[in-house]
């Protein structure tokens, strides 16, 4: 029952009974003395009445509520309560908000603990072969070795720090400079740029768009390159096969398009089907890449509109799929 409900009911059963008692008592019949005494007794009683049941209805929930602020900043966790009025919506509003938060924050100890840990790796390489190198007897052979593997080592922070400030870009710079394209345009020009990225991969890249091909989707043809790019790449890094095949289609499925980029990769295991799209989460034991790419994939498929997840039988393939919403008519989607 809402708040203005229970007050109405409230000042309604008040009002009732101070009426009925004045009427009552102010027949000719009935004993001044008495009505002078009853009439203001029932009034008092029935004010106090009201005043305590607004206590308890509003005053008291807020000061649980506020309570409850108080104990969530000394690490309490909020959980919902039962009450449907409105401050059983505010307080369950309050407690999803702080669970948002929680999540949050532990995204972001996650993403620290994944930088750390891949700059901390290769910089303790760095400095222990930078240490091996101050010692004058070294062999050349050796010091070159040792210089080629600080290089490499060198190379890996820097894909860590350059793929977490192209994930910040992206995060921070979500403007679109969307266009209308046909379904067979955005998938040929999509095919064209996985070819020219793994050109020498010896990969095959093939595309299909079954039977949607004018359909049109009004988005940002550069961003949605970067969708396909960053599947194809997690494809090659991750791909057990010597002849790795990535294969896109398109199919309509009521007003929206539904896109799939598939390899013919080692997969996915089903426990990581639903973490790969969590910032720096990589299924590389060795972590010497950060798992930023699919990530940045959700981010731009989520400010077209779209979803995206992804689907994988461990050893024999893996998809990644999206979908966009069509173009209905000559007005552009929000």
């Not at 308890?56 to 506020?66: A, R």
């Not at 994988?312 to 000559?330: I, R």
């Amino acid at each position: 029952m809402k708040l203005g409900t229970k007050l109405t009911i409230i000042i309604v059963a008040a009002f009732t009974v101070n009426a009925a008692v004045t009427v009552l008592f102010t027949m000719p019949d009935t004993n001044p003395a008495l009505s002078l005494t009853v009439i203001p007794i029932v009034h008092v009683i029935t004010l106090l009445a009201a005043v305590v049941s607004v206590r308890f209805i509003i005053t008291k929930p807020l000061k649980k509520l506020v309570d409850s602020i108080q104990s969530y900043r000394s690490g309490k966790k909020l959980n919902h309560i039962q009450r449907t009025d409105e401050i059983g919506e505010l307080y369950n509003s309050f407690a999803d908000m702080t669970n948002q938060l929680d999540e949050e924050k532990s995204a972001q100890n996650r993403i620290i603990a994944s930088i750390s840990h891949d700059i901390k790796t290769p910089l303790t390489s760095v400095m222990g072969y930078t240490e091996f190198l101050k010692n004058p007897n070294l062999p050349q052979a050796r010091r070159e070795k040792y210089i080629n593997t600080i290089y490499t080592k060198a190379l890996d922070i820097q894909d860590t720090v350059l793929g977490f400030d192209d994930y910040l870009s992206h995060n921070l710079d979500l403007n679109l400079k969307r266009e209308f394209l046909t379904v067979n345009d955005l998938l040929s020009f999509a095919c064209e740029s996985i070819k020219t990225d793994t050109v020498n991969s010896g990969a095959s890249v093939t595309c299909a768009v079954n039977g949607c091909e004018n359909e049109q989707v009004y988005a940002d043809r550069s961003r949605l390159r970067r969708v396909f790019t960053n599947v194809a790449s997690n494809s090659l890094r991750h791909s057990d096969k010597t002849e790795l095949e990535i294969s896109l289609s398109a199919e309509k499925r009521k007003d929206e398009i539904v896109i799939k980029i598939t390899d013919n990769g080692c997969g996915v295991k089903p426990d990581q089907l639903e973490k790969i799209f969590e910032p720096l989460y990589t299924t590389d034991t060795s972590r010497s890449v950060a798992g930023l790419g699919l990530s940045i994939c959700r981010e731009i498929i989520g400010s077209h509109g779209g979803t995206i997840w992804a689907e994988s039988e461990y050893g024999k393939y893996f998809s990644v799929c999206f979908t966009l919403p069509l173009v209905t008519s000559l007005k552009k989607p929000e």
